[in-house]
């Protein structure tokens, strides 16, 4: 077994079997990940992770970054800030250059699509290849 930190919460990762993928372990670091990102948005930008359906029902994870200063709807012009590799995410790395465009008016919204790597195999399996 091996144990993992997050947020001050011990967390028992058993181990995969040589050769799997341990999905447990990947959704764990995801998670932990997804606090450093907060963390480190925390007070300069208004900031929420949020699902929404794609056209075949799947939840489709996404970050969603916008200035702190109210401005009326649709007054602000977005980015999608799409991560590279189809097995990638969108990651706390990315931060510092998201925080950038918010910091200069921008709406961003960082989706991890179907196949991007930190989710379920069902997740990952999802991926349309065609």
Not at 33 to 45: M, N, P, T
Not at 97 to 116: F, K, T
């Amino acid at each position: 077994m091996k144990r993992l930190a997050v947020a001050g919460l011990w967390f028992l990762l058993a181990a995969a079997p040589a050769g799997a993928v341990d999905w447990a372990q990947g959704q764990a670091g995801k998670q932990a990940d997804d606090l450093r990102i907060e963390a480190a948005v925390r007070g300069s930008v208004d900031y929420r992770k949020l699902d929404y359906a794609s056209t075949d029902g799947l939840a489709i994870p996404a970050y969603l970054f916008r200035p702190l200063n109210a401005a009326a709807p649709g007054t602000r012009a977005a980015v999608i800030y799409v991560h590279g590799s189809q097995h990638g995410q969108f990651s706390s790395r990315n931060v510092p250059r998201v925080a950038d465009l918010v910091r200069r008016g921008y709406v961003v919204l960082a989706p991890d699509y179907r196949s991007s790597a930190g989710y379920t195999q069902a997740f990952h399996d999802a991926a349309d290849y065609g």
